[in-house]
């Protein structure tokens, strides 16, 4: 017993001696990440080339498996040993924030020649920046070419200007949704339960039918993330609008929002002609489903909205080193370091400067592997709409909201399937949604 | 007997037992006692994972059963899914088993298919399941369809989704099977032969031999079942989200989403786990106690 001890003192030693010799003068930071062993393997890449770059701070990888991520950084947290920097789930962000755990970033990109982009930005309180996201995405509109060709339409509108209002959208759905005997909706003799091609799919996979909360004019949260307001008229209207696409409309197939497929389901399986998804789609599953596709801006009910989301890069508070720490991020998060997610059409550039008529944006979108080859849809669908109608995800300025859209789906349920009003859903349930929020 | 007195060799060999268990000890003690005890203590605390735990006495408990959206719902639907999942799974693989017990033609081949489900990953089963069960272009309502019924809500209807998540359960069976055709051979051939001889045929051989013969294995599968079917968790996390409304809201998903999706309600996910562990003993107990009844040992009467 006592051998076995001595043994396992011994090895401890020799660990901690390991550590020590690694006092080469430098300041050592860990880095922490989730993802595959391949994805690990290219991050080691872009680290050692960062190592090699300067000769002040060594950066160090440490990747926990993504399904104990978060457990494994609220574990480390508590004892004090986080990571000084790594990559956060969206929703983590305001709560980790909310316990001071997060840096105040706002001199991450200081004397840089571009800054992140606003509408990517979380804020505690609605004002102190506490991270940005690695990149960008929005909420935009794909369509099947070859469907709107076989009914003789033109194609939805790509620039923000001509964005169709919601009764337009619906009638364009109308004439591309076809039951068994070849009928639309708006004829006598249509068939809703043998629809053959559906007009258009609005996902409800929860979080993304915010959107239509502020296009209808109404918001899930105030602005500071302390007060839950979906239970406006403008928000339950603007959910009750997308459930009546199935239920009165007869124009999108039914989900319940209960995973998160509606783009695979739909224009990519090439049974829907319209269907609205995340940016990150062009590279995820459009670019290799075959389908001859294109991309547009959502339509509206009163104003012209998208959202925007993707993960965030943060610095803890905890850091000894804050300031090579975020030095770090600022050089990680450049568009050059994930070239091959940008170019495939997978993420969107973070630096606003991809965003301005110039070099930066031509690299981007004339690249020869951007799974859009129409560079004015490109331009008009992933620049020119983000600048003027991006509005962020409530993740990024209210806690808890992983909670708070877990009981919203489950409350949803009832009103796709028409068995209740959105108003009854929402008002029925208000209290406890709104709870969601605050710590019980 | 108290003092008797050890020998050398004697307390040797203790020793050398204590040193061989002491790793699994070690083991089961550091990832299975000692956070079993952290659950239940915990459960008293309000914490969030990365403020100080702040002891709340039973609040957390009260607030579960008295104000919590999920908690009654989350009980229905994880013991309707147990009882479902047990029962069909049984029933199934027991007729599966008996019929790969006799000599059907390539045995072997039907034996490696009812086997495959249950080592294929998860996320693919369920993956392929949701596009079975899809109910604007899946393949079970082609089927349905075409047979001129009209389309089932296999995962958007509550009152379906429940036996709908079962069934995939049952055909996952596959480690059931196996256990039950090893009973099976192991049912001894001379208390068939002795039945044969006196003119039982084979539906009264069945009965009177070969089900009591199998009751030990049959409550074994039953109990690993039981349990493993409580536990159930991967199918809402991969396919409703717990949804439709609280339908398939199941206890360890419950639990996750209280935990682990960042808002780390740690302390109250704990109330909910040491709330579980519960019934999950009480349904044990309640097996436990009927087997007497039921189930036979093969030369017990000593």
């Known amino acids: 017993m006592k051998k076995l001890l001595a043994m396992l003192l011994c090895i401890a030693m020799v660990l901690t001696l390991g550590s020590a010799l690694a006092e080469d003068g430098k300041v050592h930071i860990t880095y922490s990440y989730w993802g595959t062993p391949e994805e690990a393997a290219a991050t080691q890449a872009v680290i050692d080339t960062y190592n090699a770059s300067q000769d002040g701070v060594v950066v160090e990888l440490e990747t926990i498996p993504n399904e104990q991520y978060t457990a494994t950084l609220q574990s480390r947290a508590i004892a004090g040993t986080l990571p000084d920097c790594g990559i956060m789930n969206e929703n983590g962000v305001l709560d980790f924030a909310a316990n001071g755990l997060l840096a105040d970033v706002s001199g991450m990109y200081e004397g840089k020649d571009s800054q992140p982009l606003e509408a990517v930005t979380f804020k505690e309180g609605g004002t102190t920046p506490v991270a940005y996201s690695g990149c960008a995405e929005t909420l935009i509109l794909y369509y099947n070419k070859d469907m709107f060709d076989a009914a003789g339409i033109a194609y939805p509108p790509s620039k923000v200007e001509d964005a169709w209002s919601w009764d337009e959208f619906i009638d364009v759905a109308k004439q591309l949704t076809i039951d068994v005997n070849g009928k639309h909706p708006t004829e006598e003799g249509f068939d809703p339960d043998n629809i053959t091609q559906y007009g258009c799919v609005v996902d409800n996979w929860t979080w993304q039918l915010e959107v239509w909360a502020h296009s209808n004019g109404g918001r ?195 009103v796709w399937t028409g068995e209740q009003t959105a108003e009854q859903a929402i008002n029925d349930n208000f209290d406890a949604l709104a709870e969601t929020i605050t710590d019980f | 007997m108290a003092k008797r007195k050890r020998t050398k060799i004697g307390r040797g060999e203790t020793r050398a037992a204590w040193i061989c268990m002491l790793p699994s000890l070690l083991g089961l003690s550091l990832v299975t006692y000692i956070p079993l005890l952290a659950v239940f203590v915990l459960g008293f605390f309000k914490w969030n994972g990365l403020s100080d735990p702040e002891f709340v006495g039973f609040a957390n408990f009260v607030r579960l059963f008295t104000k919590d959206p999920y908690m009654f719902d989350s009980i229905k639907a994880t013991v309707y899914f147990a009882l479902v999942a047990v029962i069909g799974s049984i029933i199934f693989s027991m007729i599966v088993a008996i019929l790969l017990n006799r000599k059907v033609p390539a045995r072997g081949f039907f034996r490696a298919v009812f086997y495959l ?171 436990f106690a009927t087997s007497k009844f039921w189930v036979f040992y093969m030369g017990g009467d000593e």
Not at chain 2, 140 to 146: F, K, M, S, W
Request: some cysteine; proline content about 5%; hydrophobic content about 45%.
């Open chain 2, 117 to 287: 489900p249950y080592v294929l990953p998860a996320m693919a089963v369920y993956l392929g399941w949701s596009w079975l069960y899809d109910y604007n272009h899946g393949f079970l309502n082609y089927l349905i369809t075409e047979a001129g019924g009209s389309r089932v809500m296999f995962l958007e209807n509550p009152a379906i989704v429940v036996p709908s998540l079962a069934l995939i359960t049952v055909w996952l069976s596959g480690n059931l099977i196996v256990v039950f055709l090893a009973g099976l051979q192991n049912v001894p051939r001379i208390y068939h032969e002795a039945a044969e001889i006196d003119g039982a045929n084979a539906w009264q051989r069945f009965w009177k031999i070969t089900m009591p013969c199998m009751t030990p294995i049959i409550f074994y599968n039953m109990l690993m079942s039981l349990i493993s079917s409580l536990q159930v968790f991967v199918p809402s996390f991969t396919l409703t989200s717990g949804g439709p409304g609280n339908s398939t809201t199941f206890l360890s998903y419950l639990i996750y989403r209280y935990a682990f999706t960042a808002s780390g309600r740690l302390g109250y996910a704990s109330a909910i786990a040491a709330v579980f562990f519960v019934i999950i003993g009480i349904f044990t107990m309640i097996l």
């Open chain 1, 220 to 414: 899930w949260f105030s602005e500071d993330g302390t007060e839950c307001v979906i239970n406006s008229p403008e928000t339950i209207e603007s959910i009750q609008k997308v459930a009546d696409l199935t239920l009165v409309e007869h124009v999108q197939p039914l989900y319940l929002g209960l995973a998160d497929e509606g783009i695979i389901r739909s224009v990519a399986s090439g049974t829907v002609a319209m269907a609205t998804g995340g940016a990150w789609n062009m590279g995820t599953c459009m670019s290799t489903s075959g389908i001859n596709f294109g991309i547009g801006v959502l339509p509206y009910m009163k104003e012209k909205v998208t959202l925007t989301t993707a993960g965030p890069q943060v610095v803890f508070s905890q850091s000894k080193h804050l300031k090579e720490a975020m030095d770090f991020i600022a050089w990680y998060t450049q568009e050059e370091n994930s070239w091959n997610l940008i170019e495939t059409g997978v993420w969107m550039p973070l630096l606003q400067k991809y965003y301005e008529e110039g070099e930066a944006m031509d690299t981007w979108l004339k690249d020869e592997d951007f799974p859009v080859k129409d560079y004015d849809m490109a331009k008009s669908v992933l620049v020119d709409y983000t600048n003027a109608a991006a509005t962020p995800t409530c993740w990024y300025y209210t806690p808890h909201t992983s909670e708070f859209i877990d009981m919203l789906r489950s409350v949803l349920s009832p």
